[in-house]
């Protein structure tokens, strides 16, 4: 009947451990603690042999179970050995009927009684614990028909004080077996000894991690783990005592034995992950450097706790309670639930603390590293009982979204807070263009992410939702890195105003914008903010560039127009008027523009050409006239001759500071 | 409202802050219209904050109830609303502002782990009940179990010990939580390093696999694992409720003035965050917990002054009496499950079986008290958890966007 469920978990367990990452060594050492600390984790694939073996003799503890819960405890069992005289004879002496049943109880009490009354493990031999389950067996029955009868409370008081005993010894020998399963004698089928207490040894003994150098782990290439805690025999033990305790209406406490055991070892697992508890103010006191380093530990560990170690846990809970629902449930949550909630607890920290940019990327990573998990938890946390804590996984992958989404729209503030005080030399790349557009970039490697967050459709639920489209124009998240360009836009041209010469202030835009459009293009940012975004930016470049040429060259060429030869000409004496404001301006220009800055080779080949192709004609034709000219030509001072102004030209925007 | 003596006291005492308030609030600002109307908001926020402590007090049997516990912390979740509706509805100077609301983020913070503690603290109680649950069924079994039935029969020994376990286990956990919040946080966070002081039940030392002895039938309650706290063994709610209401001083009067009245506002929302904080740890268990700290002198202009007081008064009274002197939480509950699994101890020590009518009756008539807490139990605690979390969420989102309006301009001119 669980069976059922037992594949099923077994299922999730193996794709769970596929959909774990590619090795590295944390994990190993990870491994390599869980194995240390229990050797017996098991690499190969989860044993189907084993849990066969385990499920057999569930199975037969059920038959054993049912055959004492039923109308066949009568009496005489075969197996008891013979009742001691002493009893035999005060039983004797009694005068009115003595019932079959009060024989029952009394023969049961003492039977029962050299048990409860053992020294050691009653499972440290394998035939005392059956004779001891079949004892319960009966008593569980005589109870129940006592109870239907209603005839005879005197005796059912009796065989109840009796089962009481009963239970407060199970419920020892339930917690030592879970506890210390070395101390069992292999029993059950395909129960063994686990091998690994010598490894134990190497931990346990030097009381922690001591002096030793903590081994290497040898590189763990198939994570297929489960950790099986309890070898097979001891979970057909365990198991036994679980159903005998249910029958008997102790699950409650047997619940309570059982998580009580278990928290030890989870609680000890998951220290060995080397996760730190942080309070907030912790984290919100701690430098980013130092939450990078948790964050890192923590990933690991939160893949780990929740992928291998809750979901052992449920498997070793669904076979320990195995038909006995609803107490392996209780069992199971009361077993995990501290410590999956303190591994919650940080990225709930994380999550309030500051929203500096810079944290996109590793915040990113805990909320895909939650996301990922909530459809594989949904078989874990598939019962009511663990509904609150899958909801609390739920939040959290919700609180790391909102904090994704808040970290990203943290850039826009960051860049309208840029202040203009400071010009980028020359006119120059501005470092926030440089720091948005790279950071947009390596944020498009997160785009579906993002996309998500920013849809608010946080954790995909259930993981069957329709996947979100990033790469297009309308999406979320291309409407809010549009947005993003269009702050950057508007912050580039506040600080463009400080330059003090107007054209440089064109050269600024252009260079920041030239920029823009490259890491635009060689980027998914290209798909997001689409052709037309492009197309508008590119436009807007050439439009600085025209501003450039007509601010800074405009005058120039008006110096330089003469007017055509003949009749109406210039006289020499203007020519030489304008020659001289050439040279003038010339000079200005050059010096101040050949240290100003266009970073794109192309583009600043362009603007060349461009002034080139203004001045040079112009300037040509005024040169060949003063020298054609009679009045000018003997003394004649050419300052720039036209292959010196190309030669300028050419040397114009190179950066060339003093 | 149910006029009790205390109630009407503090309702009367609420109202003669009230007529006093306009003559201590410093005058609205300059800017004659919109400095009246967001005076008024204001007013209305520090009110409407005295209303829900009058509220809050006007039934003194409930008081620290888990009913009571879960309307305190709505009530602050009303508050911290209103508080922002009126922050960020008001248009006021950076400074001095900013310092103000920076100084608040700070306490806000170290609410957040007062949040996780409580939880941690709550998590207990549920430990806590379902000892008790087992006490419950084991002395009062549902009427479905035992509908042959006419009467309920005696009780029996089994029954008995079975009950006198699960409470002895409680009591064990309860003292143990009692007395070394920090030490069980240690116990379970130092794995295998010298035990502390389990040590002594392990035989064979075996630390590393549990700290949790029990060899079989030994009685040693080792086996009895509390949970851990999620805070580090040197947090302490002491502290930390220091932390959150310390150097929190009225505003002066030039401060109200250039914020607009937002300084009074501030400081409210403040105060409230350290008494609900501090109501809240008087309630529950917590990593070493104390009522040491106190707000200090609250100006009897403030028309929440006075309730404040009171709640203090009523919840310090509550600590000091004789029977919860030592108890690990104020909550009416907790005391419930101490007195009455005290009682059964007591009534069912020694007994002979079968039990004497008078002695059967006293015990089944525990155990029903029993059984109710365990049922208001199963009710509240899930709610005020949830309302722990939301108080968390709601501080976090409250201070991002804080946050925010501080990087923005905000300023009137």
């Known amino acids: ?658 | 409202m149910p006029a009790t003596d205390s109630s009407s006291a503090a309702t009367s005492l609420g109202r003669s802050f009230l007529s006093l308030r306009r003559d201590h609030i410093p005058p609205p600002s300059s800017d004659h219209r919109a400095a009246s109307s967001s005076d008024l908001e204001i007013d209305a926020f520090h009110r409407h904050a005295a209303d829900l402590l009058l509220d809050l007090l006007s039934d003194s049997d409930d008081l620290l109830s888990l009913a009571w516990t879960r309307r305190l912390l709505d009530s602050f979740l009303i508050c911290l609303d209103e508080f922002r509706a009126v922050l960020f509805g008001v248009a006021a100077a950076h400074q001095p502002l900013d310092r103000l609301l920076l100084d608040f983020l700070d306490r806000a913070v170290k609410a957040l782990d007062l949040c996780n503690a409580l939880r941690d603290g709550l998590d207990l109680v549920r430990q806590w009940r379902k000892h008790l649950a087992i006490a419950a069924s084991a002395l009062a079994p549902s009427s479905s179990d035992h509908h042959h039935h006419q009467h309920a029969p005696l009780l029996g020994e089994g029954q008995i010990r079975r009950a006198r376990k699960a409470l002895t286990d409680l009591t064990i956990l309860m003292l143990d939580d009692k007395d070394a919040g920090g030490v069980v946080g240690q116990r379970n966070r130092s794995f295998g390093r010298a035990g502390s002081r389990d040590s002594h039940s392990h035989a064979h030392g075996h630390h590393r696999r549990s700290s949790s002895g029990g060899s079989s039938g030994s009685g040693s309650a080792s086996h009895l694992r509390s949970l851990s706290w999620s805070v580090s063994r040197t947090w302490s709610a002491t502290r930390q409720l220091q932390a959150i209401g310390g150097g929190l001083t009225v505003p002066r009067a030039h401060d109200i003035t250039a914020t607009g009245g937002l300084a009074s506002a501030v400081y409210t929302m403040a105060a409230l965050l350290f008494v609900v904080s501090w109501a809240l740890v008087a309630a529950i268990p917590c990593q070493d917990r104390g009522l040491q700290a106190h707000l200090t002198a609250v100006p009897r202009s403030f028309p929440w002054a006075g309730p404040v007081m009171t709640l203090f008064d009523r919840i310090l009274d509550e600590s000091k009496k004789k029977d919860r002197k030592h108890s690990c939480g104020l909550l009416k509950e907790i005391h419930q499950i101490e007195r009455c699994s005290r009682q059964l101890m007591e009534a069912t020590d020694a007994a002979e079986f079968p039990l004497a009518e008078e002695k059967d009756a006293e015990v089944k008539e525990a155990a029903l008290e029993l059984v109710q807490v365990c049922e208001s139990l199963k009710d509240g605690l899930d709610p005020l958890e949830r309302q722990v979390r939301e108080m968390f969420h709601r501080v976090v989102r409250t201070r991002t966007e804080i946050l925010d309006y501080l990087s923005r301009p905000h300023n009137a001119g």
């Open chain 1, 1 to 658: 009947m669980a069976e059922g469920g037992e594949e099923k978990l077994l299922a999730t367990v193996q794709h769970i451990v596929q959909t774990l990452g590619s090795s590295d060594t944390m994990t190993e050492d990870i491994l390599r603690g869980f194995s240390n600390y229990d050797g017996r984790l098991s690499l190969d694939k989860p044993h189907a042999a084993r849990t066969a073996a385990a499920s057999a003799a569930a199975g037969g503890g059920g038959v054993v179970g049912g055959g004492g819960g039923g109308e066949h405890s009568m009496p005489e069992s075969p197996t008891l050995p013979p009742p001691p005289a002493a009893a035999v004879s005060a039983a004797a002496g009694r005068p009115p009927p003595v019932t079959s049943m009060e024989r029952t109880v009394r023969t049961l009490d003492r039977q029962i009684s050299q048990f409860v009354a053992m020294d050691g493990l009653i499972w440290a031999d394998s035939a005392d614990a059956d004779a001891f389950l079949e004892a319960v067996d009966d008593l569980i029955g005589t109870v129940q028909e006592l109870e239907a009868a209603g005839t005879n409370r005197g005796l059912f008081d009796r065989a109840e004080e009796l089962l009481s005993r009963c239970m407060l010894r199970l419920e020892d020998e339930f917690r030592a077996l879970i506890e210390r399963p070395d101390d069992a004698a292999p029993t059950a089928p395909g129960g063994f000894r686990s091998d690994g207490s010598d490894d134990d040894e190497d931990f346990g003994g030097g009381d922690g991690y001591g002096d030793e150098p903590i081994p290497i782990a040898k590189p763990v290439t198939d994570y297929d783990v489960v950790i099986d805690a309890l070898s097979p025999g001891s979970v057909a033990n365990v198991h036994q005592i679980a159903r005998r305790m249910v029958d008997a209406g102790f699950g409650r406490e047997c619940a309570e034995v059982y998580a009580a055991a278990r928290r030890g070892f989870v609680d000890e697992s998951v220290a060995r992950l080397g996760v730190r508890p942080r309070t907030v103010e912790e984290v919100h006191a701690s430098t980013w450097e130092e939450l990078e380093f948790d964050i890192a530990r923590w990933i690991p560990a939160f893949n780990m706790v929740f992928r291998i170690l809750i979901p052992s846990e449920r498997r070793l809970c669904d076979r320990v309670f195995d038909g006995l629902a609803p107490f392996g449930d209780l069992a199971f949550v009361a077993a995990v639930r501290t410590q999956a909630v303190q591994l919650i607890s940080f990225a709930d920290a994380i999550s309030s603390s500051s929203r500096a940019p810079e944290r996109l990327f590793r915040v990113v990573d805990m909320y895909e590293a939650v996301r990922d998990l909530l459809p594989d938890l949904d078989p874990v946390f598939a019962d009511p009982y663990s509904a609150a804590l899958r909801a609390e996984v739920t939040a959290v992958c919700n609180t790391l979204g909102s904090s994704i989404k808040g970290i990203f729209m943290e850039l826009e503030n960051l860049i309208r807070r840029d202040p203009a005080r400071v010009a980028a030399q020359g006119g120059g790349i501005h470092p926030i263009t440089r720091y948005v557009m790279n950071y947009l970039r390596a944020a498009c490697g997160s785009r579906q992410t993002l996309e998500e967050v920013m849809e608010g459709d946080f954790g995909a639920v259930g993981g069957v939702a329709i996947a979100v489209d990033p790469d297009r124009p309308t999406s979320s998240l291309a409407v809010h890195i549009a947005w993003i360009m269009d702050v950057l836009h508007k912050n580039l041209d506040i600080k463009s105003k400080i330059y003090r010469d107007p054209p440089l202030a064109c050269i600024f835009l252009m260079n920041n914008g030239k920029y823009i459009i490259q890491k635009v293009n060689d980027s998914e940012l290209g798909v997001l903010l689409g052709d037309e975004w492009i197309k508008q930016m590119t436009n807007r470049v050439r439009r600085w560039s025209m501003d450039y040429q007509r601010v800074t060259w405009g005058k120039v060429t008006t110096v330089l127009q003469i007017g055509g030869p003949g009749v109406g000409a210039l006289p020499a004496k203007a020519m030489m008027q304008k020659l001289r404001m050439f040279n003038t301006y010339f000079q200005e220009i050059y010096e101040a523009q050949s240290e100003w800055v266009i970073a794109d080779e192309q583009l600043r080949v362009d603007v060349r050409a461009a002034v080139a192709e203004a001045v040079m004609p112009v300037y040509s034709a005024l040169i060949s006239r003063l020298k054609s000219s009679p009045e000018t030509r003997h003394d004649l001072y050419i300052k720039y001759t036209p292959e010196d102004v190309e030669a300028c030209i050419q040397h114009l925007f190179e950066g060339t500071a003093k």
